[in-house]
């Protein structure tokens, strides 16, 4: 007497079993696509602070910076002076 019930119940347990892992596979599915989207957008980003950055390092708007708000200028060749240890008293003097 026990045994149709029993049957109709394990095929009910499998049924929703099978429905269960296929709304599991649904929602995983939209979690990995929630993070494609946010990992496109994080790389997109970087690479607007990465080209940010390679234009506030271009050479050119360093020394126009440096020029402009720090008041610095560009060294001339006689302002370089070399020290070193192995000079004599005669090649002093040439320098100066």
């Not at 649904?26 to 929630?34: E, S, T």
Request: with cysteine; net charge positive.
């Amino acid at each position: 007497m026990w045994k149709p019930f029993a049957s109709v119940f394990t095929i009910i347990c499998a049924l929703f079993i099978v429905v269960f892992l296929q709304m599991e596979e649904r929602r995983q599915g939209y979690v990995l696509l929630k993070i494609r989207k946010e990992q496109k957008q994080l790389f997109e980003e970087k690479r607007d602070i990465e080209l940010k950055l390679a234009r506030i390092q271009r050479p050119q708007l360093v020394q126009h910076l440096a020029e402009s708000r720090l008041t610095l200028k560009k060294v001339r060749p006689n302002q370089i002076i070399l020290l070193s240890g192995d000079l004599n008293q005669s090649e002093t003097r040439q320098i100066r």
